[in-house]
């Protein structure tokens, strides 16, 4: 009956389904969402398709998760059809391969561009969101996605004067389209995190100097790319099927081998044999393939260290260098580590040189270059490899829910979510590949996030239900989990951007799912399986709706 009621007045909905951010989330999300009918749209702040691999367009931006066990693998075809050429792709190749989808599955045409979300306001008697965009235009929709990422809200640390210099000033999550010119030039980077170690070897060599600041070093390892070839194209092609089995079920989200032996099944000297082994295996294996008690025992992380720390010292030729590149406060995995090719190399040439900035901190930019407390060092161009405010963007598109109780305000003191993808409070919202998300490979779980939303959408929909918030119950049972098992997790909260601890003021939560994939793909099922009554679900009544 209250269904009806809809249908005879309907009020003003021009979209079902209005999605925030075309990147590899957003994109998915579109994707299903029209497959299953629903009359939806995407919005998307940039001016292209890709998300991350639109903005961060910084030389050798590149993939640490392997091309194909990153990208899409609901078509067959897709799958097929495309040949990723490096095991770790660039990311001109990522944004080729973002537009050729958005192309072939007809996505582009329901995306409006250089439109930023500003507000986006719950209406409790219609059951939908009114949604203002920087174009000006305004959208009412049924359901509201926030895909907007979790490393999409670029962060400057607050040096005095940053926006007094007058050279070229780049951050590398908002690199320019046109290339920029690094020949002969003097070049600071700012930041030694996954995109400062890319962007530092990318340069090295045409750069005239290349200053380099660090605030806290990172455990580097080889990402031990390599040209995929016709032989391995033949063979992903051909396993296809077994390929998406293994990576729609593996807890990393990833293709690698886990070990079956503990660190005390090994002597030593085996020990650091299979250390040798992971130093040269590709990307992430160093930590999904590492001994089965490597998230659980820290001596073995810090005996993992220490030969990481060996082989920092053996690259590098200048050991004070070296002994400023090995960090000393956190062990391998308490902060998400980075992966690059010929990053301390780097430092063997003559023209690049390291400033520690718990040494010689940062005292204001001028008008020419950077002041430290060793004086002044002057510069054409300043890089700022300092990493994204993480899961910022949804806090920021002024999002309303019940009774006018803003996002940001709710979560002030971190976000509160039931799997990561709804809030109580905050009704026909989503935020996929959001936080409390992924602790493994991206659009794994993302698309696992996706998958659910649209079940629990067709679900309602059969049932003539319009409006959708999880009950205070499994949020606290979800949110009281992440809480608890952060402190189990090997991420520290003093040194992790996973807790928020690269930003000033903010509150220091654990930001993803310690229980990672197989907790999701658990509670998922059990809510599945009682038809979703960890959802409180209603239908606009007639009188809301002629309101
Ligand atoms: C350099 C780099 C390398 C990475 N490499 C990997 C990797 O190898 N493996 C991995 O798993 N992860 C990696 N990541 C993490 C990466 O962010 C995710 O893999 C993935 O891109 C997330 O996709 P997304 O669509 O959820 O978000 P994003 O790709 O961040 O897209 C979000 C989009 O939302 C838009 N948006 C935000 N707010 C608004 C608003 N208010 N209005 C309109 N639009 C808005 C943004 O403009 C952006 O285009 C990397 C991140 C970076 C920065």
């Known amino acids: 009956m209250q269904k009806s009621a809809i249908q005879e007045k309907p009020h003003p909905i021009d979209v079902d389904m209005l999605i925030v951010g ?11 969402a029209r497959q299953a009918g629903f009359r939806a749209i995407v919005v998307e702040a940039g001016d292209g398709i890709g998300g991350t691999w639109f903005w961060n367009r910084y030389p050798e931006a590149r993939f640490d998760s392997e091309s194909y066990t990153y990208a899409y693998l609901f078509s067959k075809e897709l799958f097929e059809d495309w040949r990723w050429t490096e095991h770790f792709a660039g990311q001109p190749e990522i944004e080729r391969y973002l537009n050729h989808v958005a192309d072939r599955f007809e996505l582009r045409q329901h ?8 507000s986006a306001v719950f209406d409790e008697e219609t059951g939908t969101y009114t949604v203002k965009t920087s174009d000006g235009s305004t959208h009412i929709t049924r359901y509201l996605v926030a895909a907007t990422g979790v490393l999409s809200v670029p962060f400057f640390p607050a040096v005095p004067g940053r926006d007094d210099f007058i050279g070229e000033s780049y951050h590398t999550g908002l690199w320019p389209f046109a290339p920029v010119d690094f020949k002969g030039k003097r070049v600071a980077v700012v930041g030694t995190g996954s995109s400062g170690i890319q962007v530092i070897p990318a340069i090295a060599d045409e750069v005239a100097s290349l200053t380099v600041y660090q605030r806290s070093p990172n455990w580097c390892t080889p990402l031990n790319n390599r040209p995929i070839t016709i032989e391995e194209q033949e063979e992903l092609r051909a396993n296809y099927q077994a390929i998406k089995q293994k990576l729609d079920t593996s807890i990393s989200g990833f293709l690698h081998e886990p070990n079956d032996r503990a660190s005390t099944d090994d002597n030593k000297h085996e020990r650091v044999a299979f250390f040798e082994k992971l130093w040269a295996s590709p990307g992430f294996s160093k930590m ?5 008690d490597f998230f659980t025992n820290p001596d073995l992380r810090k005996e993992f260290s220490e030969f990481l720390a060996g082989k920092i010292r053996s690259i590098i030729k200048d050991p004070a260098t070296a002994d400023k590149l090995i960090p000393k406060d956190h062990t391998y995995a308490q902060k998400r580590p980075p992966y690059a090719t010929g ?8 023209n690049v040189s390291l400033v520690s900035l718990d040494e010689t901190p940062m005292l204001r930019v001028t008008q020419t270059g950077i002041e430290t407390a060793a004086g002044l060092e002057e510069f054409d161009i300043i890089v700022w490899a300092t990493g994204f405010d993480f899961a910022r963007a949804l806090h920021s598109m002024g999002i309303r829910g019940r009774n006018g109780v803003a996002l940001e305000e709710a979560w002030k003191d971190g976000p509160s979510t039931f799997l990561g993808i709804q809030a109580a409070g905050f009704p026909n919202l989503f935020f996929p590949g959001g936080p409390h998300g992924a602790a493994a490979n991206n659009p794994r779980y993302n698309g696992d996030q996706i998958d659910f939303i649209m079940e629990l959408l067709r679900h309602m929909r059969e049932h003539g239900y319009t409006v959708v918030e999880p009950t205070q119950d499994a949020e606290d049972e979800w949110s009281n989990m992440i809480n608890s098992l952060a402190t189990y997790t090997p991420f520290s909260p003093e040194h992790s951007y996973f807790f928020g601890s690269n930003i000033p003021g903010k509150p220091r939560k654990f930001l993803l799912n310690p229980a990672g994939r197989g907790m999701l793909f658990q509670v998922m099922a059990k809510s599945r399986e009682s038809k979703f009554n960890t959802f409180a679900m209603s239908t606009v009544t007639a009188a809301a709706v002629s309101a």
């Not at 075309?22 to 299903?32: E, K, P, W």
């Not at 995306?111 to 500003?118: C, E, H, L, N, Q």
């Not at 999904?288 to 089965?292: K, P, Q």
């Not at 990053?343 to 003559?350: D, G, I, M, V």
């Open 288 to 292: 999904t393939a590492n001994y089965t």
């Open 22 to 32: 075309a990147g590899i989330t957003g994109l998915y999300q579109l994707y299903c």
């Open 111 to 118: 995306v409006r561009f250089g439109a930023k979300v500003t």
């Open 343 to 350: 990053f301390y190399e780097a430092f063997n040439k003559p």
